[in-house]
């Protein structure tokens, strides 16, 4: 009985450690949900959509897009969402899993250069994609982000497609 006993006490703490050692799901990229501060940002900028302007222009290598608005309280929402989101992804963390344009943007994110410059009223973003694959990723990942600015709430739960898979 004590060998049985002391081998599922040993077997219980080897699965556990191997547990703890392994990424959690959110290091993975597949957690749910975003922390506070970041979804708080978010929110913000998809209730006062109707403030934002986006002038978004596609180029041979990806896109370029100004995101501004006149609020400053939504001007500054925009740069630090922004910025939540290159640090967040940057760190192999993903958005939106569940909508296919948001995944395939995640998953080929390394393959895109990412140029953000804050400006008196919001941002501009430079993107440009090293592959074929990743130009066309980063053009429908920037018309989705257009949708949300034109649309606000009425775009958020839509399902993107994907432009690559």
Not at 23 to 42: D, F, H, K, L
């Amino acid at each position: 009985m004590k060998t049985n006993s002391t081998a599922r006490a040993l077997f219980i703490c080897t699965l556990f450690s191997t547990l703890a050692a392994l990424p959690s799901c959110a290091q993975q990229g597949g957690g749910r949900g975003m922390p506070p501060e970041a979804r708080e940002q978010i929110h913000a900028l998809f209730d006062n959509h109707t403030s934002i302007r986006r002038e978004l222009k596609l180029t041979a290598e990806g896109y370029t897009a100004l995101t501004e608005s006149d609020d400053p309280k939504v001007a500054a929402a925009l740069k630090k969402h922004v910025g939540q989101m290159q640090a967040r992804l940057g760190e192999g963390l993903s958005v939106r899993r569940w909508d296919p344009a948001f995944a395939e943007y995640c998953d080929h994110y390394a393959e895109m250069d990412h140029e953000f410059t804050p400006t008196d009223k919001g941002v501009r973003m430079t993107v440009k994609g090293r592959t074929a694959n990743a130009v066309k990723i980063a053009q429908n990942h920037a018309k989705v982000v257009s949708s949300f600015a034109a649309h606000g709430w009425c775009e958020h739960d839509k399902k993107h497609d994907a432009v690559a898979r």
